[in-house]
């Protein structure tokens, strides 16, 4: 087992963060991650007050490990979301999306720990002197909302600018690509596209096997335009919206429109033709469908073979 100081705030197993992916981060899922050893996360995404305090009781009935919320700053309830999980004594926080500067007092005041997902150094720093516990350093990799940097430029230029723990995130998806990490001083992972495909996660067929079949080359991003670029799978959806793009006759609030809603097409629904079927660059790494548990024992295993197979 790799031991890091990640494991230890956040009295984990192990050092992985399942990711907050709305419409998917559910309580199942959530809690099969965190019974497995890691730390399972609730996608608030744009549920309300009460939807978001729904969810988590259910996770209080399935685990007695800690778990995690997902707030996207963005959201219209992300005010209402701050507050929930003081009330319901959430014990980790992660954030997307925007600054969550203010309010970090009142979440550390009520022992929350905080980890936002940073995509630069500046906004690193800043969640530091914020109090927060660790950051996530996600590159552009990922699936979902992307920022410029990759993983590989951006993680050790965090490492090296906080004196808090940096938890990798974007494109991780084996042992070998978790050991890269740990090597270049990332304390933990945040892993979303691998679970995707995990037995306890309740998306539709269609998505499960989009991932399953992906290639290489097929991940696309939409929505740089409208300045929240995109990682998904090639689809239907996917290539019209890019090709939307560089159409002039499409105005950027009929663009924002046709996005409206096309997770959940996919996520729910199964719709090939209207989904955007979000994931990560290593979605062509994804064989099988496992548990979480064997998804997260694989990842460690791995990790641990590659750090003693490593040669120069």
């Avoid at 290639?215 to 799978?233: A, M, N, Y």
Wanted: aromatic share 6%; hydrophobic share 45%; charged share 20%.
């Amino acid at each position: 087992m790799i031991p890091t100081k990640l494991c230890s705030l956040l009295k984990i197993k192990y050092p992985i963060i399942q990711g907050g992916m709305a419409w998917i981060a559910d309580a199942k899922l959530a809690a099969a991650v965190s019974n497995a050893g890691g730390l399972g996360l609730i996608a608030a995404m744009n549920s309300n007050g009460e939807q978001l305090r729904a969810e988590i009781k259910a996770i209080k009935k399935l685990t007695k490990k800690p778990y995690g919320v997902n707030i996207m700053l963005m959201s219209p309830y992300a005010k209402e979301a701050a507050q929930v999980v003081i009330e319901e004594k959430v014990p980790v926080i992660t954030t997307g999306a925007g600054n969550p500067a203010i309010y970090m007092k009142d979440w550390i005041a009520a022992g929350i720990k905080v980890l936002p997902v940073v995509a630069s150094t500046a906004h690193a720093r800043m969640m530091a002197k914020s109090g927060a516990t660790a950051v996530i350093a996600e590159g552009s990799e990922a699936g979902g909302h992307v920022g410029e940097l990759s993983t590989m430029a951006l993680l050790p230029q965090v490492v090296d600018c906080v004196d808090i723990p940096v938890v990798a995130a974007g494109g991780i998806a084996d042992g070998r690509q978790a050991a890269a990490t740990f090597v270049m001083g990332a304390q933990g992972l945040q892993i979303g596209t691998r679970f995707l495909v995990a037995k306890e996660c309740g998306i539709h067929e269609n998505y499960k096997k989009r991932v399953l079949m992906a290639r290489d080359i097929d991940s696309i991003i939409t929505g740089k335009r409208l300045g929240h670029p995109v990682r998904s799978i090639k689809s239907p959806f996917s290539r019209k919206m890019f090709e939307f793009e560089y159409d002039n006759t499409v105005s950027n609030e009929e663009l924002e429109k046709k996005f409206g809603g096309c997770l959940r097409l996919a996520a729910v629904d199964g719709d090939e033709e209207n989904g955007c079927f979000m994931a990560g660059q290593v979605a062509a790494m994804v064989k099988a469908e496992q548990t979480a548990a064997e998804i997260i024992k694989d990842i460690m295993d791995g990790a641990e073979q590659a750090i003693i197979n490593y040669k120069l």
